[in-house]
Every structure is written in structure tokens, then in C-alpha cells.
């Protein structure tokens, strides 16, 4: 998880927070858009934010056979990629 961009170093008394503080050296001295790259937040961040969309069409499986939920969940993919490819714009090069 990034640091507030005011964080303050905290005492390194455990692993967790020489991890953070590492995470905040590197934050002030590439910037946070670098470090989201080099880190691999940013590739966590937008698999959590689909995991939100596909958990919005609904929190359970309503199937008990774990075939028919298997099913079930392949539609609420199909659903969400459906509603994504109608939010992606079309562009085309002039000139």
C-alpha cells in the first residue's frame, strides 16, 4: 500500500515498518507514479478494482454445484466485459 504523501519514516522496529519506510524513500526519490510501476501496485490496484465491479453484480453464487457456479461466474465476467467494452472509445487517426 503506497504512503500518504505527507508520511512521516516510521521507527524500524519490525519488518513491516522498514518495508514502509523503504516504500516511502523510494516514493519521494522516483515519484509515486514510478514507484506504483516498479512495485507492482498498479497492476494489484486495477486487479482489486475489477474484482469491486464483479463483486457488485452480487456478493454470492446462488448454484450449490460447483460446475453451475463455475457457469454462473463466467456470465458475471462476460457481463462486466460487456459493460467495459461499451465504455472504451473508439479512435481513429486524421490525417
Known amino acids: ?3 500518504r504523501k505527507n508520511a512521516k519514516p516510521w521507527k524500524a522496529d519490525g519488518a513491516g515498518a522498514i518495508a514502509r519506510n523503504e516504500a516511502l524513500r523510494a516514493s519521494r526519490r522516483f515519484g509515486r507514479t514510478i514507484w506504483r510501476r516498479w512495485s507492482g501496485y498498479h497492476r494489484r490496484s486495477r486487479a482489486e478494482t ?8 452480487g456478493q454470492r453464487l446462488t448454484a450449490r454445484d460447483f460446475d453451475r457456479q463455475v457457469a454462473e461466474f463466467q456470465v458475471r465476467v462476460a457481463v462486466l466485459n460487456g459493460f467495459t467494452a461499451l465504455g472504451i472509445p473508439v479512435t481513429e487517426a486524421v490525417g
Not at 50 to 57: A, Q, R, T
Open 50 to 57: 475489477k474484482m469491486h465491479c464483479i463483486k457488485l453484480l
Open 1 to 3: 500500500i503506497p504512503p
